[in-house]
């Protein structure tokens, strides 16, 4: 008989799937009709984030216990929060492999997969859950990083919303992500002796993999959004250009030519 979590994880996949599949049914707002597939990815992404990103907080809150012992102390539902990030980031990297090309999602198909691998061995053991749910307080981030986006594809920047989600963007990265990336990392070095050193090294990978696309991520907003917008007063022909971006990167808001970027 199949774990519990793996089937969680199952009916999550169908369940973000299945929503992928309902999105194209509504819509799409005129001014992101350009890009239909990255409007409709977004808001799952979006969704997802919302809940596993507010459920961490709020059980991290309700029961501290899972960040004093990250191993064996979580409630029954913590796992299936954990489970339901597993299957969403499986259906997500199979929308990207059925709608991009490799050599656009490279970057966040290596990411999913890094993710996917660590959260499915809290899934499949039952252990570790507590550093799984810390691990998704990074989603109150991602959170902010996909509404920017969503701003960016309706053609909003600038603006006063694109503004505040872009310093409410930064601000998440370092309190829900980088914070949470440095205590992970602290507690796995700590623990480095306890820990089996396949799952040290599975976890650091992953760890150094995040935090360095977090870095990079947040020097991209602070000089796209906040630096240049300051140093080159945007204008209406500005703003259109800013529009015609489709790539589903966090760099700079016009046109480039990196693939480097992430999504949680």
């Given amino acids: 008989m199949a774990p519990p979590g793996l089937l969680v994880a199952g009916a999550s996949f ?34 997802h984030s919302l809940l596993s990103g507010a459920g961490a907080l709020l059980g991290l809150s309700l029961h501290p216990q899972m960040a004093a012992d990250p191993i064996h102390g979580h409630p029954s539902w913590a796992l299936v929060l954990v489970a339901v990030s597993v299957g969403y980031f499986l259906a997500d990297g199979a929308d990207l492999l059925r709608n991009q ?34 691990s998704l307080l990074l989603e109150l981030n991602s959170a902010c990083l996909h509404l920017r986006k969503l701003l960016l594809l309706s053609r909003q920047a600038p603006s006063l919303a694109f503004s505040v989600t872009s310093w409410a963007s930064l601000a998440t990265l370092a309190l829900f992500r980088l914070v949470p990336l440095g205590w ?29 696309m977090s870095i990079v991520l947040g020097i991209r907003i602070l000089v796209n959004d906040v630096l240049q917008s300051r140093t080159h007063p945007p ?11 489709t790539r589903r990167d966090d760099g700079p808001v016009t046109r480039d030519n990196s693939t480097l970027s992430l999504k949680d």
């Fill in 14 to 47: 169908l369940a973000f799937r299945g929503l992928h599949w309902g999105l194209r049914r509504l819509p799409t707002p005129e001014l992101a009709a350009r890009d239909r597939w990255q409007w409709r990815n977004l808001c799952v992404s979006l969704a």
């Fill in 184 to 212: 992970m990392s602290l507690w796995l070095f700590r623990q480095r002796h306890q820990v089996p050193l396949a799952l040290v090294t599975l976890g650091g990978i992953g760890l150094v993999t995040v935090g360095v």
């Fill in 101 to 134: 090309t490799l050599g656009k999602t490279w970057d966040l198909l290596c990411h999913h997969l890094v993710v996917v691998s660590c959260l499915s061995t809290a899934v499949l053991s039952g252990h570790y859950v507590g550093f799984s749910m810390v």
């Fill in 235 to 245: 204008s209406p022909g500005h703003e259109k250009t800013r529009g015609t971006r």
